[in-house]
């Protein structure tokens, strides 16, 4: 991955200590201390058709590609959060990796998957997203397949996100927006239907089984769970 960077930036890559094949298939991560926001928005835009996430905090920018178990858990976990959508009647507007920031804030986060439930209706039509005028998303899915900036939940308390889901380590965390901090609870405030443990062995089977049958496996539960059928 290559763009130009300016000589006085202080920058590292970040790579596990393993072999050189092993490290091929790794994410790769880079950071870039006191940058500024015209980087940011160059490095965005240069390379908005790249697959990788890229982070800005107060003059601290990361840049990480993605993995396939990666982007295998959060399409998991997108689908059973619009499983959950449907099958409690729950309006929701995917948002993707949309990007989220505020120059004024000096912060900047592509989450790994979001969605807007309470403002999906004021979201209803739009083809940009600007969170100075526009409502945060309600869930943002966080996935730590490795190591990233730590600033990433700072930046989420910032710009307003509710609900954070956090995938870790095969487990799966809700943190509910309380003031100016996260708690962890017990159940999603969004979709209480099912524990976090619940849905966390649903990823995990999914990563070993068929999708299909996974979501539809998934479904009946909800379903025997809010007592419909």
Known sequence: MGFAVDNNLMVSSVRSQSSPDERQAEPQRFVFDAADWGLYEHVSQTLQDRHVFITFYKGRLEIVTVSLLHERIVGLISALIRVLAEETDTSLCGA???TLRREDMGEGV???ACFYIANEARMRGKK????MVDPPPDLAVEVEVTHRLGERKTIYQDLGVPEIWRHFSGRLVIMRKNGDAYETVDR???FPQLSPEE???FVAAGL???ETALTKAFRRRVRE????H
């Open 110 to 112: 592509q989450a790994d």
């Open 188 to 190: 999603s405030p969004t």
């Open 128 to 131: 940009e997203l600007d969170l």
């Open 225 to 228: 769970a809010i007592g419909t």
């Open 208 to 210: 070993t089984q068929d």
């Open 96 to 98: 993707g990796m949309a």
């Open 199 to 201: 849905i966390a062995g």
